[in-house]
């Protein structure tokens, strides 16, 4: 064979050799990408799904709505009880102005007092703790059992046991009793329109014999054994 075909012969084989390589390493490749791409796909969730649950907190910060209707009522009862405490602070100075400015200006104020009579009216009320608070000197009250209870927007009832202890004229004296007092919402202040004040220990001359209990009663005599 001459040697110019056997040299055309190999150069023949030897191209149709790589471009068979050509093909195996373009079809292997294939796959190879398409791996590549199904593992792409089974990457986890972006990073903004893992944080959805961090929506959640708003839903907290509203929650406390309902304790507001419970501080809007104990606001009112604190109010009241400032009032009530204005009182016992003017009674314990013996103080005219702050203990009548406690008490509704008005001639239909009426005060049941703890030794059994009855004031009517503001001017009375007032001329009667001018006439008595000079002579009242060291005042001590104390409150116990106290309970108020709201009565709608514009009323409330204050009720409790009370100590007080003074000296009157220099003489001392201490009394112990119960109190209700009926406050009304006048304008923007809270005013007492009724107050009933009566001794814890009552006289028995002063109770029906049906209304005695059995501590007060008259005890029987023991039979001796």
């Known amino acids: 064979m001459p040697r110019q075909l056997v040299l055309i012969s190999l150069f023949a084989f030897m191209t149709a050799t790589a471009v068979a390589q050509n093909t195996n390493s373009s079809s292997t490749?294939?796959?190879?990408?398409?791996?590549?791409?199904?593992?792409?796909?089974?990457v986890p969730p972006?990073?903004?799904?893992?944080?959805?649950?961090?929506?959640?907190?708003?839903?907290?910060?509203?929650?406390?709505?309902?304790p507001r209707v419970v501080t809007a009522q104990a606001a009112g009862a604190d109010t009241v009880l400032a009032a009530f405490e204005r009182l016992l602070n003017g009674?314990?100075?013996?103080?005219?102005?702050?203990?009548?400015?406690?008490?509704?200006?008005?001639?239909s104020l009426i005060l049941f007092n703890n030794n059994g009579t009855v004031t009517k009216g503001w001017e009375q009320m007032r001329k009667n703790r001018e006439s008595s608070y000079p002579d009242i000197k060291d005042v001590k009250v104390e409150v116990r059992d106290l309970a108020v209870t709201m009565l709608g927007r514009d009323g409330a009832l204050i009720n409790c046991l009370w100590t007080q202890s003074q000296t009157y004229k220099d003489v001392p004296e201490t009394a112990t009793g119960r109190m209700t007092l009926i406050f009304k919402r006048v304008g923007r202040d809270w005013k007492a329109v009724h107050?009933?004040?009566?001794?814890?220990k009552q006289d028995p001359s002063r109770v029906l014999p049906?209304?005695?209990?059995?501590?007060?009663?008259?005890?029987?005599?023991t039979p001796t054994q």
């Open 91 to 107: 009674i314990r100075k013996a103080d005219v102005k702050v203990v009548s400015g406690v008490y509704w200006n008005s001639p």
């Open 195 to 200: 107050l009933h004040t009566s001794p814890d």
């Open 210 to 221: 049906s209304e005695e209990s059995p501590a007060t009663a008259t005890p029987s005599p």
């Open 46 to 66: 972006k990073p903004t799904d893992t944080q959805l649950p961090a929506t959640t907190p708003p839903a907290a910060r509203t929650s406390p709505a309902k």
């Open 29 to 42: 490749g294939r796959p190879r990408s398409t791996g590549t791409n199904t593992n792409k796909s089974a």
